[in-house]
């Protein structure tokens, strides 16, 4: 079993992977600590900028920017894929083997990426009412 709190800044990496690419996994940032009677956390991903494809400008990292070990080279978050999980899920997920933990965000990098939620014109809806009225009125 893995020692895993679903606590803010946290990270962890996810399946995310197609037929032809089976074993991908994205690193997502947990925004918040558990919260309401469900105890949900809101989730975001991080991608790889790619020459020639588009990304999402409202929060971009330079690798330079952090020293997280899995962000090397320069990235994005793309709030397309952000989305809201209840803690418990996250810990079972951890505790199969399925979701592995990968350490916390330092706290200027996690600021910039909450910035970027409501600037993003890919959150989803829900993701923004969720932060508006959870997140938001605790920064």
Same mark, same amino acid.
């Given at each position: 079993?893995?020692?895993?709190?679903?606590?803010?800044? !946290?990270?962890?990496?996810?399946?995310?992977? +197609? %037929?032809?690419?089976?074993?991908? #996994?994205?690193? /997502? =940032?947990?925004?918040?600590?558990?919260?309401?009677?469900?105890?949900?956390?809101?989730?975001?991903?991080?991608?790889?900028?790619?020459?020639?494809?588009?990304?999402?400008? !409202?929060?971009?990292?330079?690798?330079?920017? +952090? %020293?997280?070990?899995?962000?090397? #080279?320069?990235? /994005? =978050?793309?709030?397309?894929?952000?989305?809201?999980?209840?803690?418990?899920?996250?810990?079972?997920?951890?505790?199969?083997?399925?979701?592995?933990?990968?350490?916390?965000?330092?706290?200027?990098?996690?600021?910039?990426?909450?910035?970027?939620?409501?600037?993003? #014109?890919?959150?989803?809806?829900?993701?923004?009412?969720?932060?508006?009225?959870?997140?938001?009125?605790?920064?």
């Amino acid at each position: 079993m893995n020692l895993f709190f679903p606590v803010e800044r !946290a990270t962890l990496l996810i399946p995310s992977g +197609t %037929e032809s690419d089976p074993d991908r #996994k994205h690193l /997502f =940032i947990l925004l918040n600590n558990p919260i309401t009677d469900e105890k949900l956390i809101l989730l975001v991903s991080l991608s790889s900028i790619k020459q020639g494809h588009y990304h999402d400008p !409202a929060c971009i990292i330079d690798a330079n920017e +952090t %020293e997280h070990e899995f962000i090397k #080279k320069p990235s /994005f =978050i793309d709030y397309s894929k952000a989305r809201i999980e209840p803690a418990i899920s996250l810990s079972n997920g951890v505790n199969q083997g399925v979701l592995i933990p990968r350490g916390t965000i330092e706290r200027t990098l996690f600021n910039k990426i909450l910035a970027g939620v409501l600037v993003s #014109k890919r959150t989803p809806r829900k993701c923004k009412t969720f932060f508006e009225t959870h997140i938001k009125p605790n920064l």
